[in-house]
């Protein structure tokens, strides 16, 4: 019985370091065992093919301005024709105004839809992709800069007919301005790996919507409550086309410094990707087996990390304590609950901050099976400048 219980314990901790650990390791021996699979892309497109960007907007008075100038220098640095379409949904704040007259000034190719009522972005992506007529669309957000590079980098790519979406390659430029953009900085590093190294051995499982493309033709409506990046990113891996990581396909973003922001944040995610993992888990068996391997070890298994770890001290601490070793048990219990004591009231430290973004994550899992729906949303103000 208490061989068992350290074996099982022993099981859960492997099984929440996995993600972190093995499953990279796993992708370097496929790597190493296959040739990686480049795309087939041409060096010109030619002809260049139109392509429309679609950004959401609420209430970003304080970056709407520079997004929608970065906007205008990245579409007139393509050779072919462009579209820039934003949907504004019930913005509060200046953020229509700024949109009409910066729009207004540049007299770039504009279609601005305002919503009447809260909606929330997959509800105003859809509504975009009504009026979109690029071959490509390109999906970003209010508060991120994009290469000017963006749109030729996408055209160049798409001539692989494999290839039915591109994922940005995101650079966070505050990563020393506090401890939750320093880690959050550094996770997003290793998740940027991550994404190339699955390109590498296929697809990548997952577009971010700070900046991700596809072929128009590949978009499916999303529902309303469905976080959109997911579910279009998925959409295209089920429709038999490849999903890939471009290192040269940049956006550049302000990461939270909040702890609080960043919490909030990642309940909100987690909550919306189980919801989307659990619309769409039925049609994963269609696809390939390691796609599937893919997806269960770098989603599903990650946002279960904090469950594995609680499991795994809980069966250590009945282990010791049928072993009599009252001591070690009393310890291990009092760390664990000042750990997540801490990590909850927002003591600062880098370790805390791992365990907080483990605590979120795992809190968005139990909101989404209690039927939390998360359709709008709010800006982390850490994240804005001004």
């Not at 956006?251 to 410094?257: D, G, L, P």
């Amino acid at each position: 019985m208490i061989l068992s219980l350290y074996a099982f314990s022993l099981a859960c901790f492997l099984l929440g370091i996995y993600p972190f650990t093995f499953y990279p390791l796993s992708l370097l021996v496929i790597r190493a065992a296959h040739k990686p699979i480049e795309p087939r892309i041409a060096e010109n497109a030619n002809p260049r093919p139109c392509i429309s960007i679609a950004l959401c907007a609420y209430n970003e008075e304080r970056s709407i301005g520079a997004k929608i100038r970065n906007l205008a220098t990245v579409s007139s640095a393509y050779p072919g024709e462009s579209e820039i379409l934003i949907y504004l949904d019930a913005c509060t704040d200046r953020t229509a105004d700024i949109v009409r007259t910066e729009a207004a000034a540049i007299g770039a190719n504009f279609i601005v839809v305002e919503g009447t009522q809260r909606a929330g972005k997959s509800h105003g992506m859809s509504r975009l992709m009504a009026d979109a007529t690029g071959d490509i669309v390109i999906f970003t957000d209010a508060n991120v800069e994009l290469d000017k590079n963006c749109l030729d980098v996408a055209a160049r790519v798409f001539t692989d007919a494999g290839i039915g979406c591109i994922c940005g390659n995101l650079l966070y430029l505050n990563a020393s301005d506090s401890a939750t953009a320093e880690i959050g900085s550094l996770y997003w590093r290793f998740e940027e790996w991550l994404k190339e190294a699955e390109s590498q051995t296929g697809s990548t499982v997952g577009a971010d919507g700070s900046l991700f493309a596809i072929r128009r033709a590949l978009f499916r409506p999303v529902p309303d409550d469905i976080i959109d990046d997911m579910f279009t990113s998925m959409g295209v891996l089920l429709q038999g086309q490849r999903v890939i990581r471009r290192d040269d396909f940049r956006a550049y973003e302000m990461h939270t410094v909040a702890s609080r922001d960043e919490f909030r944040r990642k309940v909100r995610i987690a909550c919306r990707s189980m919801n989307c993992y659990r619309l769409l888990v039925p049609h994963f068996r269609t696809l390939p087996l390691l796609t599937r391997y893919k997806i269960y070890a770098h989603k599903l298994l990650r946002w279960l990390t904090i469950y594995w770890l609680a499991v795994g001290v809980a069966a250590l601490l009945c282990a010791l304590l049928l072993e009599g070793a009252i001591l070690p048990a009393a310890i291990l219990a009092a760390t664990g609950v000042a750990l997540t004591a801490a990590a909850v009231l927002g003591v600062k430290s880098s370790i805390l901050e791992i365990l907080r973004a483990f605590i979120a994550t795992g809190l968005g899992v139990a909101q989404s099976y209690r039927g939390e729906r998360y359709q709008t949303w709010n800006i982390a103000s850490s994240s804005r400048l001004g």
